[in-house]
């Protein structure tokens, strides 16, 4: 419900009645004056189509957080003690389009083969010697490809960096409901701010790179293999508007602040982990250490 019309892009506290404002990048916010969560259900109504729930509770994300922390040999010592607090994570509600279509296309490639020789030959002592070769005959090869792309998700907003969006794959849509304010109150849900076009074209983008990946693991056979061109034709046949779920957490650490994403639907953690100095010298004095060993039995 919106609230006085004097009070621009506000919506009614459910709670209170008050006004809440609402910035044109939310759909959702907490009410100041008694913390109830407001949802602005008219504009997302409008202008999503879906909602992925979160499966991985507050919980186990920070268990996941610190598991990832641990798992980083590198790190300093106490990295691994860090406490991952519940009031260091926010969930939140991306806002990412969903594409389904066809692509299709022919490809001409070329492929080796590995076979190999023996030869028998003369060496200057008067030895005979077998030597054995591998070489390579190259063959060419060209086709017709297709298949259907079903829930390619581009990002939908600045605030999710495409490659993020990309690393944080995948997200199961099979669990997406249609849109309903339960489902995001609470959370800081965002809205779409890239235009459609944009993000189709960069999906675009990504589906035929994808396409020439599979048909060099899938179609080619051979020892060698080079994709040597690509005709490829992408036709859109749907694309939604869906909200997925993610974890934020903030972690101080050292004065400054870790940040990590989490997938809401599998755990998945991203996140840079500092790396100890210390140890990455004792690593490269240990191999130094090493080959000047085998220097030194070489004969130095």
């Known amino acids: 419900m919106r609230a006085d019309a004097n009070v621009p892009g506000a919506v009614a506290c459910p709670g209170c009645g008050a006004p809440v404002a609402m910035p044109t990048f939310r759909l959702s916010a907490v009410c100041a004056h008694c913390d109830t969560p407001v949802v602005d259900a008219a504009r997302a109504r409008a202008t999503v189509d879906a909602v992925v729930p979160f499966q991985v509770p507050r919980k186990a994300a920070a268990a996941a957080i610190a598991a990832h922390l641990r798992a980083h040999r590198l790190a300093p010592r106490r990295i691994a003690r860090l406490r ?31 076979y190999t020789t023996t030869t028998t ?9 077998t030597v054995t070769e591998v070489k390579t005959q190259w063959f060419s090869l060209r086709g017709r490809c297709g298949r259907n792309v079903e829930d390619h998700l581009a990002s939908g907003a600045t605030i999710l960096p495409e490659p993020v969006a990309n690393a944080l794959k995948p997200f199961d849509l099979g669990w997406a409901q249609a849109f309903d304010p339960r489902l995001v109150a609470g959370f800081a849900a965002y809205a779409f701010d890239t235009p459609r076009d944009q993000a189709v074209d960069v999906a675009h983008d990504e589906i035929l790179a994808a396409e020439a990946r599979r048909i060099a693991r899938d179609f080619l056979p051979g020892d060698e293999k080079n994709l040597a061109s690509l005709t490829s034709n992408l036709r859109i046949e749907r694309v939604r508007r869906v909200l997925v779920p993610i974890w934020r957490a903030k972690v101080p650490y050292a004065g400054r602040q870790l940040v990590f994403t989490v997938n809401g639907q599998t755990g998945r953690v991203l996140g840079k982990v500092p790396v100890s100095p210390w140890k990455v010298g004792g690593i490269v004095a240990a191999v130094a250490a090493v080959l000047l060993y085998l220097w030194w039995r070489a004969g130095g």
Request: proline residues 2%; neutral net charge.
């Open 84 to 114: 991952v607090l519940d009031r260091h994570l926010e969930g939140e509600f991306m806002p990412v389009y969903a594409i389904d279509g066809t692509v299709t296309g022919r490809y001409e490639a070329e492929i080796g083969i590995h």
């Open 121 to 129: 030959r003369r060496g200057l002592d008067g030895k005979r010697r």
